[in-house]
């Protein structure tokens, strides 16, 4: 008989260590990391974003503190000389980057933490959390995803071109990353994101002596 898992892993994992698991997305611009983070809050609503900081211009719509945080190049530039960053990447004549003491404090206070970034800034987290799990989003094809680019009229021609150049040598770093999916539709990539994060939640260097303690009950 199929059983549904619980939606949220921290509601259905017991005994899980207090710190929370770093989780990064990453995947050309286009291919709907933003969308499926968010379809896959609805299903793990404990599950936290980190929202950046950047030096590129708000879109129509988005909003400084829940987008991103808009700032100029020398406050961003501030901020990295304060360390005040975890990590950043310059990608397309812009700084992004993602504050370090909100998501140090989440994790501490035990919340797992999404983040969506960039392939270098995937691989900077891998190196400094060696538990932090990576999870690379395809495109189902670099047609699909110069239509979606344009679809979503919020750049103009010359930046799509430069994202859609940019997209090939990103898309050829997917193998460094721990999962890869192919983004034909973005609840069936949530879902599939949901099952790698309650399988992370399982993984033996996250659960230390949790024999012990069943042995002890
Ligand atoms: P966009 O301009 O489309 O919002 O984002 C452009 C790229 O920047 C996306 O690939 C997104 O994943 C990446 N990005 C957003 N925030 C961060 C961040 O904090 N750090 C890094 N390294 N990349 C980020």
Redesign the pocket.
């Known amino acids: 008989m199929a059983v549904d898992l619980p939606a949220d892993s921290i509601q259905y994992l017991e005994d899980m260590p207090p710190r929370g698991m770093l989780v990064c997305?990453?995947?050309?611009?286009?291919v709907g990391?933003?969308t499926v983070i968010e379809a896959l809050k609805r299903r793990m609503p404990r599950l936290t974003h980190?929202v950046?900081?950047?030096t590129?211009p708000p879109?129509s719509g988005e909003q400084d503190g829940v987008?991103?945080f808009f700032r100029t190049v020398e406050e961003f530039e501030a901020m990295i000389e304060n360390d005040e960053?975890?990590?950043?990447?310059f990608?397309?004549s812009?700084y992004?980057?993602?504050?370090r003491r909100a998501v140090e404090e989440k994790l501490s206070r035990g919340e797992d933490v999404i983040?969506?970034?960039?392939?270098?800034?995937?691989l900077?987290i891998l190196y400094k959390f060696d538990a932090a799990c990576s999870i690379f989003l395809l495109p189902p094809s670099l047609s699909a995803l110069r239509e979606r680019l344009i679809g979503r009229g919020?750049?103009n021609g010359d930046i799509i071109d430069s994202?859609l150049l940019k997209a090939v040598d990103?898309i050829e770093m997917a193998p460094k990353f721990d999962y890869i999916l192919i983004n034909n539709d973005v609840n069936f990539s949530a879902e599939e994101i949901r099952y790698i994060i309650l399988a992370e939640k399982l993984r033996a260097i996250r659960r230390p002596a949790i024999e012990q303690k069943v042995l002890n009950r």
Do not use: A, F, H, Q
Not at 25 to 30: A, D, L, Q, R, V
Not at 115 to 122: E, I, K, N, Q, Y
């Open positions: 997305i990453s995947g050309p611009s286009g990391k933003g980190s950046s900081v950047t590129r879109r987008d991103y960053i975890l990590e950043y990447d990608y397309c812009n992004y980057g993602t504050p983040m969506d970034v960039t392939v270098p800034g995937s900077s919020t750049e994202r990103e």
